[in-house]
């Protein structure tokens, strides 16, 4: 059995946080159909598609738990909306028990909606990524998507839910979709959780003035390392160094293929080291103080442990198979399968590439282009040249990265310098996505939440018995302020 080569990061990542499934409620998958262009008002001949979307009403109407909403009639209770990003829409339903847990308290609806072009919603199907179909995904059609879809639900599909309030959800990518989302279009969303939301890294405008540069994300990987135990970004260096000079020879890589148990070696221009960074560049996010899938209870710190007792016996071949130990939690190997070996590299948390690497490489080729360099474990450097030249090969596009700043606002947002309101901004410091996000309150409708202790969007996954006070209380404190703006909503309607 061979397991799928890593070329999307983003979807390993999914797959992980989801990690296994717990205890919850059962949701009924819908499909609704939705506009392919809603900037366009001519019939095209495939003018339309089915959008999958999550739905629970388990709790819909229960009645609250020691909160004092008091809906109309029209509304049984609160629209919990989570804003699908990329990635299939059931994965992060998997990972947003928060949400499950505030429908219970609040007698909520719960709504997961996924994203055009990923999972089964594919406006073409197969085809979806041809340069003639691919250019109806963007972030702008998903948010339209979004509206028209919660429109209707409200207005004629959903009983009695015309005065539901709607308080959107998102985690990443997710968490910026939210963030636009309340932005563009508030008379749909009272407010938005944006968890982990790396805005400002797609806002190079502000990057100067707000102390980023091409080296912040790769920076923050290496730091939680270094800061995890002493020496483990040395150690991690060498078995880099080492994967990387043992697969110059035909024997070496024999040898690689044999301890990360590939399904068969790699050719002299595909570098088994990718397989080994990317793994070790993404596991900082998952930095979590519980075991998700094969991750182990703080992935970083176990790396750190491994590659130590590698480095301890003195001998090459204990080196890579401390190597090789973590890539098989890493990528869920199980023990009898076989391994592609086949990283993606290049651009650190993935960038633009070929329509088999996935939706994301598309989009990164648009709007969300990572204009970041590595140092450290790996040296890159990020050229504007070779993104242009990938995107025009594989869609017939270059990105325009200004354009999302433009558009939407990038720091601005944060800044309190747009018409942005009730929007909770969450990042963790072991994610490195944070350091794109918004960490400085502006003003009191914009909250700003720290988790020394978090990783990528934790506050986002339900309560568990290891979760850092610091979390438990952000999760709190989200809860409190959320209630206030549905507090807000029903007064005005009553008045």
């Not at 060498?238 to 399904?263: M, N, P, W, Y």
């Not at 090969?393 to 720091?411: D, I, L």
């Not at 290891?466 to 302020?481: A, F, H, L, Y």
Request: glycine share 10%; net charge negative.
């Amino acid at each position: 059995m061979s397991l799928p080569s890593p070329f999307m990061l983003l979807l390993v990542l999914v797959l992980v946080l989801a990690g296994r499934a717990t205890a919850r409620p059962a949701y009924q998958t819908k499909y609704f159909e939705q506009v392919l262009d809603h900037f366009r008002f001519d019939n095209l001949p495939e003018a339309s598609w089915s959008q999958r979307y999550l739905y629970s009403d388990e709790y819909w109407g229960s009645g609250t738990k020691g909160v004092d909403f008091k809906f109309s009639g029209n509304c049984p209770g609160p629209i919990l909306f989570y804003s699908g990003n990329e990635g299939p829409i059931d994965a992060f339903w998997k990972s947003n028990g928060f949400m499950r847990e505030l429908a219970a308290k609040w007698g909520g609806l719960l709504i997961f909606a996924e994203h055009r072009y990923y999972g089964t919603s594919l406006p073409f199907g197969k085809k979806s990524l041809t340069p003639d179909n691919a250019v109806f995904l963007s972030t702008e059609q998903a948010l339209a998507d979004y509206a028209t879809l919660l429109t209707e639900l409200k207005s004629s599909i959903l009983p009695n839910a015309t005065d539901c309030p709607v308080i959107s959800f998102g985690g990443s990518y997710g968490g910026t979709l939210t963030t636009y989302f309340r932005l563009k279009y508030p008379q749909v969303v009272i407010g938005g959780l944006a968890a982990s939301a790396p805005i400002g890294y797609y806002a190079n405008g502000g990057w100067e003035s707000h102390g980023i540069d091409e080296f912040t994300w790769i920076d923050i990987v290496n730091k939680v390392y270094a800061e995890a135990e002493a020496g483990c970004l040395d150690h991690l260096r060498r078995a880099t160094q080492l994967i990387d000079s043992t697969g110059v020879t035909e024997g070496g890589r024999k040898q690689l293929a044999e301890t990360f148990h590939l399904c068969a070696p790699l050719s002299s221009n595909e570098p088994l080291t990718d397989w080994f960074t990317d793994a070790i560049e993404t596991l900082p996010q998952l930095n979590y103080p519980y075991a998700v899938g094969t991750n182990p209870a703080w992935p970083v710190n176990k790396t750190c442990s491994i590659i130590a007792k590698g480095i301890a016996q003195d001998s090459d071949e204990a080196l890579l198979h401390a190597a090789a130990t973590i890539t098989d939690f890493y990528y869920s190997r199980s023990p009898d399968a076989c391994v592609s070996g086949q990283g993606q590299g290049l651009i650190p948390g993935g960038g633009p590439g070929p329509p088999s690497w996935g939706s994301w490489s598309y989009q990164s080729c648009t709007e969300t282009l990572h204009q970041f360099s590595a140092r450290g474990l790996r040296n890159f450097t990020f050229s504007m040249q070779a993104a242009n030249e990938a995107c025009e090969k594989y869609y017939g596009v270059v990105p325009r990265p200004a354009w999302t700043e433009m558009h939407f606002g990038g720091y601005a947002i944060g800044d309190g310098l747009t018409g942005a309101s009730n929007i909770i901004f969450s990042n963790g410091l072991l994610d490195p996505w944070h350091g794109g996000g918004f960490l400085k309150q502006t003003k009191e409708s914009l909250p700003v939440l720290i988790m020394p202790h978090g990783a990528h969007h934790l506050d986002l996954r339900g309560s568990h018995a290891d979760d850092p006070p610091d979390v438990t209380e952000t999760r709190q404190i989200e809860c409190q302020i959320m209630e206030g703006w549905i507090r807000e909503y029903v007064a005005k309607r009553v008045s």
